[in-house]
């Protein structure tokens, strides 16, 4: 069965800094992975995915993560911090065959300093 | 465009009272439904998801249950609430497997 785990359940940078949000997952089959965003009492927002292709992924907002599939690890990075970026960033994955559920981390808060 | 709906924002029962949230998607077919649940602290966890009508799949044995009466609404239910069923509710719809997924706007459930 998949499972993920992030690294860091707060992560404090200061603005204009390097975010890096860590994101470990397993999978029995190849993968498929998505980062999602949550501002306070809303949904989730989708960042970026990888399905196939290319192992460096671009998404909204500046944010862009790479798929190692030898560290198994889908970290999130975005080079230079905004106080907008403040708010939840889960990591999640898919497996590509079977049963289609779809597994979250337990979610990285990001605090951005001044 | 596809759209869904989930209600109510919020809610405030009762422990031993009833509970049902509907969940409904609108403009596609056949979608993969989910429930998750999130308690503060505890990320999403996957309650129950669905590939089909009357298909459920339950993730966490617990004081929940849902249904899929129609293909593009996702019902969670319970006979008799607890403390512990407080949290935020979200129901979320993907067409596939390896697409992604789109979220409701949640429900917050205090179990008094």
């Known amino acids: 069965a998949q499972s993920v785990t992030q690294l860091g359940s707060h992560v404090s940078v200061s603005e204009g800094a390097l975010v890096l949000l860590r994101c470990n997952y397993s999978?029995?089959?190849?993968?498929?992975l998505f980062w999602y965003v949550q501002y306070p009492n809303q949904g989730l927002q989708l960042l970026l995915k990888y399905t196939t292709g290319a192992t460096l992924v671009k998404g909204i907002n500046g944010f862009e993560a790479e798929f190692k599939k030898s560290e198994t690890s889908f970290h999130l990075t975005k080079p230079s911090a905004h106080m907008s970026d403040a708010a939840e960033y889960f990591c999640?994955?898919?497996?590509?065959?079977?049963?289609?559920?779809?597994?979250f981390g337990q979610g990285t808060r990001l605090t951005i300093n001044p | 465009s596809q759209t869904i709906h989930q209600w109510p924002a919020t809610l405030v029962q009762p422990v031993g009272s009833p509970l049902s949230l509907e969940c409904t998607v609108e403009?596609?077919?056949?979608?993969?439904l989910y429930w998750y649940r999130q308690a503060a602290g505890r990320g999403l966890q996957l309650l129950f998801y669905?590939?089909?009508?009357?298909?459920i799949s339950s993730e966490v044995p617990q004081n929940l249950s849902a249904s899929r009466p129609q293909d593009r609404q996702f019902i969670l239910s319970s006979k008799k609430l607890l403390l512990s069923d407080s949290g935020f509710y979200l129901c979320?719809?993907?067409?596939?497997?390896?697409?992604?997924?789109?979220f409701g706007q949640g429900t917050r459930l205090t179990v008094v």
């Open positions: 403009g596609t077919s056949n979608p993969n």
């Open positions: 979320a719809w993907r067409k596939t497997g390896r697409g992604e997924a789109f």
């Open positions: 999640a994955v898919s497996e590509i065959q079977g049963a289609q559920k779809l597994v």
């Open positions: 669905s590939v089909g009508i009357g298909q």
């Open positions: 999978s029995s089959v190849p993968p498929y």
